[in-house]
């Protein structure tokens, strides 16, 4: 049995926010129709890296869901859309600001057809910004909310980065938001209008760092995460070793004098006066002194040696790996965070996205991306639409 069986969602996202919510709750059971433009389809169905004609854009983003197309610029193809929010528990779109009001899927549309639909709406720059009229991407996201400097190197400039942190984070505050709504209106017989946006989630990602820096009114420590205080100061951070491949390690303020130790650096650090973590706090110079030493010192070995003697002492220490090592990597393939799924296009297996839960009793399923249209005369003929009716359709360029 699936987790969200029997839940069904009108899916008119596109990019990676609004798709990938989607397609969680798709792998965990949901019935997803994405609502594709007629002969065109998603935007982005050829982005990424081609596989035949199966891109490593759209399929990450959207395996699992049917796809139904629809010109939603026509009375009969609005019309199609609100028979089918008659049944739907979820509706999600991403459009630019005024575009579902103009096309007549707006929030107050569709909860007079279905007074208990959750309706999820995410936006670049949130509902109440002043730029919220304004369209945007992830590159937005992590501009905008300060992503740029929790990962920037001292000295360099600020840039956004290519893992979509915005879109990503976006897509996960947004299932959850979803969850709560569709709970809510299981209760009260109410749905009600979810708006989330990919610079309020960039920036909900920085966590107790922007806290930190809001308080303090000072920016971050950045290259390496010196946090805590003064007096108690902990670090996380990433060094090369003799190979300059880099491993990480974090230690809190009562781990830093014991690993250092562990590490045979205590006294040479001594002896340059640098054992005090807490100097990094002083001065920029003072901080640069210090990681500039430990980098001397970590590339003295390999790094499966250093993150022994770290682990052996309990602390946390790892390597760093590139998005293919990363890929192959036993903690995450024995997980299933990467897993494999047949394509008879191709007729072979792909590694994809596994998924981050796991359920006990009901597993998450993994599918394929649909081709464009795939489920119309299924999901139309569901809807009491005869074949001659759908033929029309196809003539008319309805569907």
């Given at each position: 049995?699936?987790?969200?069986?029997?839940?069904?969602?009108?899916?008119?996202?596109?990019?990676?926010?609004?798709?990938?919510?989607?397609?969680?709750?798709?792998?965990?059971?949901?019935?997803?129709?994405?609502?594709?433009?007629?002969?065109?389809?998603?935007?982005?169905?050829?982005?990424?890296?081609?596989?035949?004609?199966?891109?490593?854009?759209?399929?990450?983003?959207?395996?699992?869901?049917?796809?139904?197309?629809?010109?939603?610029?026509?009375?009969?193809?609005?019309?199609?859309?609100?028979?089918?929010?008659?049944?739907?528990?979820?509706?999600?779109?991403?459009?630019?600001?005024?575009?579902?009001?103009?096309?007549?899927?707006?929030?107050?549309?569709?909860?007079?057809?279905?007074?208990?639909?959750?309706?999820?709406?995410?936006?670049?720059?949130?509902?109440?910004?002043?730029?919220?009229?304004?369209?945007?991407?992830?590159?937005v996201g992590q501009a905008l909310s300060g992503i740029a400097e929790a990962y920037s190197i001292p000295g360099n400039n600020l840039r956004t980065g290519v893992a979509s942190v915005a879109d990503e984070s976006c897509?996960?505050?947004?299932?959850?938001?979803?969850?709560?709504?569709?709970?809510?209106?299981?209760?009260?017989?109410?749905?009600?209008?979810?708006?989330?946006?990919?610079?309020?989630?960039?920036?909900?990602?920085?966590?107790?760092?922007?806290?930190?820096?809001?308080?303090?009114?000072?920016?971050?420590?950045?290259?390496?995460?010196?946090?805590?205080?003064?007096?108690?100061?902990?670090?996380?951070?990433?060094?090369?070793?003799?190979?300059?491949?880099?491993?990480?390690?974090?230690?809190?303020?009562?781990?830093?004098?014991?690993?250092?130790?562990?590490?045979?650096?205590?006294?040479?650090?001594?002896?340059?006066?640098?054992?005090?973590?807490?100097?990094?706090?002083?001065?920029?110079?003072?901080?640069?002194?210090?990681?500039?030493?430990?980098?001397?010192?970590?590339?003295?070995?390999?790094?499966?040696?250093?993150?022994?003697?770290?682990?052996?002492?309990?602390?946390?220490?790892?390597?760093?790996?590139?998005?293919?090592?990363?890929?192959?990597?036993?903690?995450?393939?024995?997980?299933?965070?990467?897993?494999?799924?047949?394509?008879?296009?191709?007729?072979?297996?792909?590694?994809?996205?596994?998924?981050?839960?796991?359920?006990?009793?009901?597993?998450?399923?993994?599918?394929?991306?649909?081709?464009?249209?795939?489920?119309?005369?299924?999901?139309?003929?569901?809807?009491?639409?005869?074949?001659?009716?759908?033929?029309?359709?196809?003539?008319?360029?309805?569907?």
């Open positions: 049995m699936s987790l969200l069986k029997n839940i069904k969602i009108i899916d008119l996202t596109r990019f990676v926010a609004g798709p990938h919510c989607t397609l969680v709750l798709s792998d965990l059971g949901a019935e997803v129709i994405k609502i594709e433009t007629p002969g065109k389809g998603d935007m982005n169905r050829k982005s990424g890296y081609l596989m035949g004609s199966t891109g490593s854009f759209f399929e990450t983003n959207n395996r699992g869901v049917k796809s139904l197309t629809l010109n939603l610029k026509s009375k009969k193809g609005q019309k199609i859309l609100h028979e089918l929010i008659k049944d739907a528990d979820i509706f999600g779109q991403n459009f630019r600001p005024g575009v579902a009001e103009k096309l007549n899927f707006d929030y107050e549309t569709l909860s007079k057809i279905n007074p208990k639909l959750v309706y999820a709406s995410v936006s670049a720059y949130g509902p109440d910004a002043p730029d919220g009229h304004l369209p945007g991407t992830d590159a897509a996960i505050l947004t299932f959850g938001g979803i969850l709560a709504a569709y709970i809510n209106a299981q209760k009260t017989g109410k749905g009600q209008k979810l708006e989330t946006s990919l610079v309020g989630s960039a920036f909900r990602l920085l966590g107790w760092t922007m806290t930190t820096a809001m308080w303090s009114n000072k920016p971050p420590i950045t290259g390496a995460r010196i946090n805590g205080t003064r007096e108690k100061p902990g670090i996380a951070a990433c060094f090369n070793d003799i190979e300059n491949k880099p491993f990480a390690l974090q230690l809190s303020p009562d781990d830093w004098t014991i690993a250092m130790k562990a590490l045979n650096f205590y006294e040479v650090l001594e002896k340059e006066n640098l054992i005090d973590l807490g100097l990094a706090f002083e001065s920029e110079e003072k901080k640069i002194d210090i990681l500039n030493k430990l980098a001397e010192l970590f590339s003295k070995n390999k790094r499966d040696h250093w993150i022994s003697i770290l682990r052996k002492a309990d602390m946390i220490s790892t390597h760093v790996n590139t998005m293919l090592e990363a890929s192959n990597d036993p903690n995450i393939i024995e997980n299933n965070y990467v897993t494999e799924v047949w394509y008879p296009e191709l007729n072979k297996k792909m590694k994809v996205h596994g998924t981050p839960w796991k359920f006990s009793k009901t597993p998450a399923k993994i599918k394929t991306a649909p081709k464009l249209g795939e489920h119309n005369s299924n999901i139309l003929i569901n809807l009491g639409y005869s074949e001659e009716e759908i033929e029309s359709l196809i003539e008319n360029k309805i569907i």
